[in-house]
Nanobody
Framework: QVQLVESGGGLVQPGGSLRLSCAAS????????MAWYRQAPGNQREWVAT???????NYADSVKGRFTISRDNAKNTVDLQLNSLKPEDTAVYYC???????WGQGTQVTVSS
């Protein structure tokens, strides 16, 4: 069955950067669109970015120009580069296989001085 393992989160100061990675297994990775979501304390989970099987990317307005999603079909990974981080980016970040009802454990990103 599908398994997703997110990594790369941590504590970073405002304006800093992080790179998140998600390793997928149990699926034919290259045929699926992949996405990143996040959930801040007390908030609903929200969509951050999607990358299609063909490599086209879309972003939520709140992260456009600061975050970059990418994928490596040979390694079955999808990454999220987070730049110019703000305190409001603090959340648990999850990757998602579009069309499959499964969530990994997520990785915590905390932006604070």
């Amino acid at each position: 069955q599908v398994q997703l393992v997110e990594s790369g989160g941590g504590l970073v100061q405002p304006g800093g950067s992080l790179r998140l990675s998600c390793a997928a297994s149990g699926i034919i990775f290259g045929i699926y669109d992949m996405a990143w979501y996040r959930q801040a304390p007390g908030n609903q989970r929200e969509w951050v970015a999607t990358i299609t099987s063909g490599g086209s990317a879309n972003y939520a307005d709140s992260v456009k120009g600061r975050f970059t999603i990418s994928r490596d079909n040979a390694k079955n990974t999808v990454d999220l580069q987070l730049n110019s981080l703000k305190p409001e980016d603090t959340a648990v970040y999850y990757c998602k296989v579009m069309g499959i009802a499964y969530w990994g454990q997520g990785t915590q990103v905390t932006v604070s001085s």
